[in-house]
């Protein structure tokens, strides 16, 4: 089993990282049911930091003894595509549906039709609009910290000056769209003299993410700096700078796993991420507690996760804790990790 930051303690003792914000001791609370059924659907199956949250949730599977924890989602991050797993699940009896919402519109239908056949939904890594069709969001950290972070990462790396550009992930998702936001925020309120050139969008595919990184190049030859926030789109990127050689800074959220080599070669300085195990393992338990009828969405509701206790905030909202900043100080380590 891949270490995490909930069960390898002696790690985050010495780190001083990956502390999980809104925390408190845990109650007294009835176990889950054993024999659970858990769908777990990523946005896209063929992507690292979803092998990564996987691997939470399957710990977590474990320890509530579900009877299956299926791992089952698209090859492209749309949320049509995702419509199809979440029928599956709803055609096989899952009692319980854990997923990142690549489309935060287009799968609603689909979860109302699951909810109405008696299944939990949790959303975990990226949210719906419409809260009322899903229990819990176990989400990162707030839009609003996670966007402020990564303007404050490239503007070090810049001057405090310049051209930026966003290298996205799809358009219509909902985490990366609150992001962006919050980046604009940031920027306005603080970076006077950085301005942003564009946002592209790579879809979540390391090639058009590779393709959308050149065309920015192409498109700003005096661009400074490319936020990139998804790990397909910034791990695309490094290469690209790596095999063809630019000047521009990268930053954005990564895998410390694939980013290392880019951190160590000097292609990246820094980059940043939470962990994803830690929000698949969370995300789980809280589906689990909810097909269990020990959960129900309420402002200040709790639940318990490795032997923590998580409270909802509105619309029941949970967050992990701030993005942690990786560079060569610490990326062999975490690398070691997720």
Not at 50 to 68: R, Y
Not at 197 to 219: H, M, P, R
Not at 253 to 270: F, I, N, R
Not at 285 to 294: D, I, K, L, R, Y
Request: with cysteine; proline share 4%; hydrophobic share 45%.
């Amino acid at each position: 089993m891949v270490k995490t930051s909930l069960a390898t303690k002696a790690v985050a003792v010495a780190l001083g990282a990956l502390v999980i914000a809104g925390m408190t001791a845990m109650p007294a609370q009835a176990a889950p049911k054993s024999g659970l059924k858990i769908a777990v659907i990523p946005k896209a199956i063929n992507n690292g930091y979803f092998t990564a949250w996987n691997k939470g949730a399957q710990k977590a599977c474990k320890e509530v003894k579900a009877s299956a924890c299926k791992y089952m989602g698209p090859t492209t991050a749309t949320g049509p595509a995702q419509v199809a797993f979440i029928n599956q699940a709803i055609q096989q009896g899952y009692n319980a549906i854990v997923i990142s919402a690549a489309d935060q519109n287009a799968i609603t239908p689909a979860l109302k039709k699951a909810i109405a056949r008696g299944i939990c939904i949790v959303t975990s890594d990226a949210d719906i609009t419409d809260t009322k069709s899903r229990t819990v969001a176990v989400l990162p950290a707030s839009s609003e910290r996670i966007g402020a972070a990564e303007v404050d990462w490239i503007a070090s790396q810049i001057g405090n000056k310049g051209k930026v550009a966003v290298l996205s992930a799809a358009a219509t998702a909902a985490n990366q769209n609150a992001w962006i936001e919050a980046m604009k925020r940031q920027l306005a309120a603080k970076y006077p003299n950085i301005t942003l050139a564009g946002v592209y969008y790579g879809d979540d595919d390391a090639t058009k993410s590779a393709q959308q990184y050149n065309q920015i190049l192409t498109e700003h030859p005096d661009i400074a700096g490319i936020i990139s926030p998804t790990t397909v789109g910034i791990r695309a990127a490094a290469q690209e700078k790596k095999s063809k050689g630019s000047s521009v800074a990268i930053t954005g959220l990564g895998l410390p796993s694939e980013m290392a080599p880019y951190v160590l070669d000097g292609t990246v300085k820094e980059f940043g991420l939470w962990n994803p195990i830690d929000l698949g393992y969370v995300g789980t338990m809280a589906a689990a507690e909810c097909a269990s009828g020990n959960l129900k969405q309420a402002n200040g509701a709790k639940f318990t996760a490795g032997g923590k206790s998580y409270a909802q905030g509105a619309n029941g909202v949970v967050y992990l804790g701030d993005p942690y900043k990786f560079d060569k100080s610490n990326i062999v380590t975490f690398s070691k990790i997720y």
